[in-house]
Nanobody, 124 residues
């Protein structure tokens, strides 16, 4: 089992920045690819970003490329999502997830462990 706890959400004005953190406990963190997903009210959950076990391979949704950066610190069992130039339509609950890699992009990992999420609200 892997337990995931997100933090760092909050209220920010459009154009502002936030850095989300996801702390993992349980099994060996470095064995897992990590992803960030978000879900807005009334909408389906969508992929945001993912990173492989070593941090050497990342993938992003087209809508966040150039503005968001995913990173990880295996020594701290933590994955981060730096979000810049935030937009009101990115208001959502952001979840991190962990899954065993199967090769290829970390976007395609079958994520099996999920955190409860952290609310991000971007005001216009």
């Amino acid at each position: 089992q892997v337990q995931l706890v997100e933090s760092g959400g909050g209220l920010v004005q459009a154009g502002g920045s936030l850095r989300l953190s996801c702390a993992a406990s349980g099994r060996t963190f470095s064995a897992y690819a990590m992803g960030w997903f978000r879900q807005a009210p009334g909408k389906e959950r969508e992929f945001v970003a993912a990173i492989n076990w070593s941090g050497g391979n990342t993938d992003y949704a087209d809508s966040v490329k150039g503005r968001f950066t995913i990173s990880r610190d295996n020594a701290k069992n933590t994955v981060y999502l730096q979000m810049n130039s935030l937009k009101p339509e990115e208001t959502a609950v952001y979840h991190c997830a962990a899954g065993k890699e199967i090769g290829g992009s970390p976007r395609g990992v079958p994520y099996e462990y999920w955190g409860q999420g952290t609310q991000v609200t971007v005001s216009s």
